[in-house]
């Protein structure tokens, strides 16, 4: 395992990272966190080794993973990084309006991006990721700098192979009360 750190992941590994921190979570009964699939249709198939040679999607994906954190519904997508800045044209436009209609339905959203010139996770709350997406429609940059965010989100990994989004998710949740708590306080004091 500890080769991981030294090159850095490469291409899916982030994807087989987090997979298998959602199993470890899984076992620990701390998540339960299920991979979409994106759906595809197969045109031509190699019958011999039973393999899809060539697929067209058939609809665009929403995100990458859906589930429940002790009893809290949970949605996020895992995204890659080479630079310091990311382009928000990696993140789609449904992909934002499905994570927008989830938080309504009082889920979590969230997007892991991993920077693999410094082999660091990030989490990025909706509430920011959102706030990036408005200023890019608005006119604004089309994409955000590693130096703009939260650095209470960056991650490390955990044991060199687990992404522990929990703890993140769980510094989520603490801000989401207590603006909760000042918004309730703010509308008593009225």
Known sequence: MGTWNSRGLRG??????????????????L??????PTPITPVRM?????????????????IDYIGAVQGIPVCFDA??????TFPLQNI??????FMKNFEKQQGVAFVLIYYSSRNILYYMRF??????????????????R???????????????????????????????????KTDENAYNAK
């Not at 190699?46 to 994906?61: G, M, P």
């Not at 989100?153 to 044991?159: A, I, R």
């Open 12 to 29: 899916s590994t982030l994807e087989d990272m987090v997979n298998r921190t959602n199993e470890w979570y899984l076992e620990k009964n």
């Open 31 to 36: 998540a339960l966190m299920q991979k979409i």
């Open 46 to 62: 190699d019958k011999e080794h039973r393999q899809i040679t060539l697929a067209y999607f058939d609809q665009r994906s929403t």
């Open 79 to 84: 995204k890659e990084c080479v630079a310091e």
């Open 92 to 97: 789609h436009e449904h992909q934002v309006e």
């Open 127 to 144: 509430e920011e990721l959102y706030r990036f997406w408005m200023r890019a429609q608005n006119g604004g940059r089309k994409s955000f």
């Open 146 to 180: 590693f130096e703009e965010l939260d650095e209470r989100f960056f991650m490390k990994f955990f044991h060199g192979c687990y992404v522990p989004y929990l703890d993140a998710l769980n510094l989520d949740l603490e801000l989401r009360d207590e603006l909760d």
